[in-house]
């Protein structure tokens, strides 16, 4: 009888001894609407001026109403061209969907000053994953005179004819000025584009060069 009693009264203890559970009650979530894109800077309107060279002036003369209608209608973006500084400077407005844009309309007028068609430079507003690409010859080779005018004439081809095969094989945009070259295009296509581009520096006949790159845009096209 007293084991018995013993073990109520130790249940009992065991029972008494787990903690009661607090209720408590958190306050609801703070709801905040989304910030608009004009009020995530404080307000601030951003700025960016893009340089016009000399020789690109009268073709943006030319173009200008072909930049400046996707620049403000679709992008939402203010565009102005600075006659006395010779710059082409764009802002944001309060109406600005994302502030994004005002990077790539920079990159797209940048891309158009390199020499490149408003065409295809209109992409960069398009698609996120294009970049453009600068390099010299120099960089890959140090080139003199004739040599420099050779490399120059391999590069390009008979009427453009190399520089037009290396564009639609690799999907990219090329474009020569003097000893620079500028490379629109994807990330890999670039690099593709470039590798041939090198190849044809160091003196590689132009035969070669279009063996290889079949052979490296079928492999791109299987992994795809």
Known sequence: MQSTEASTSMEVEAVSSQPKPVVSTLPPKPHFDPLK???????????RKVSVPPHRY???KKAWMEIYTPIYEQMKIDIRMNLKARKVELKTRADTPDISNLQKCADFVHAFMLGFDVIDAVALLRVDELYVESFEIKDVKTLRGEHLSRAIGRLSGKAGKT??????????????ADTKIHILGSFANIKIARDSLCSLILGSPAGKVYSKLR????????RF
């Open 37 to 47: 894109p004009h009020e995530m800077n404080d307000g601030r309107v951003q700025f």
């Open 58 to 60: 009268s073709p943006l």
């Open 163 to 176: 520089k037009f095969a290396i564009e639609n094989a690799t999907k990219t945009r090329i474009v020569i």
């Open 215 to 222: 052979a490296v845009t079928a492999r791109l096209a299987e």
